[in-house]
């Protein structure tokens, strides 16, 4: 090792650097004067009787007297540094026991603080605003395979999935025994892809009905998770923003207004 890595070593373990470029000066030789030190360390004369006085505190260095002379001389390293770092555990352990008791203080303030933002219920947190056609999606498949009992829908075009797509999201539900009801609308007929896509849904078990219009998209989860895909009515070309709204009164009107539509719907299109 070089004498500038010796040095870092010595400030690692707690030195300063003026103390580490003492207490390798006094490696050279049994003694030294204070001057003589002060020159081979390139510490400064006024600095010099400091260091070493900070040296001897923390044993790294002895002093003693020849005649009127002050003689110093460096404590055996194997001795001396492990001094150094049963200081500097001592160090360690007196911070974190201040950060402990510090961490036990933070708590204490803001625990009450988080109870009472935790227990305050935001007005809107049961309506989630969905714009990106993705998201609304994905929105429908999570709540579709979260549902327990039943699924109610009001479909109309333009859909927002492909028939495959549309497939995947009915059968999942389904085959876990949800009673799944659709209502579409007459002219959904008209269409030879769709006509495939709701007889496939009817082979796994759903139930459906065909009404002249419907007001809007709708899946009606468990009769109180809402999903409504409202499409802008000012944009030439579809765009939807969807409502995800937990509300058991609004689900249970929803429900109330599917149940008067479904009375009203026919088991077969009507062909025109």
Known sequence: ????????????????????????????????????????????????????????????????????????????????????????????NAELQRQEQQTHLAINALAPLYTQGHNTQDPLAYIDVISEPNRITDCGVKLSQAAQSSISVFFTYPSLLSHENGLTLVQDPLQRGICYRTIYEHNIWQDPSSQDFIRQCQDWGQHVRFVNEVPFKMQLFDQKITLLSLQDPLLGTPSFTALNITHPGLGGMLNIAFESLWAQGTSEPLQT
């Open 1 to 92: 090792m070089s004498d500038a890595q010796y040095l870092e070593s010595l400030v690692d373990l707690g030195l300063t650097r003026y103390q580490a470029a003492v207490y390798l000066a006094l490696m050279d030789r049994q003694d030294f004067t204070p001057a003589q030190i002060a020159t081979r360390a390139q510490v400064p004369r006024q600095r010099i009787y400091d260091v070493l006085a900070s040296l001897c505190d923390r044993g790294l260095c002895l002093e003693r007297h020849s005649g009127r002379q002050r003689i110093f001389q460096a404590v055996d390293p194997s001795q001396a540094l492990p001094t150094l770092l049963q200081e500097k555990q001592k160090q360690f």
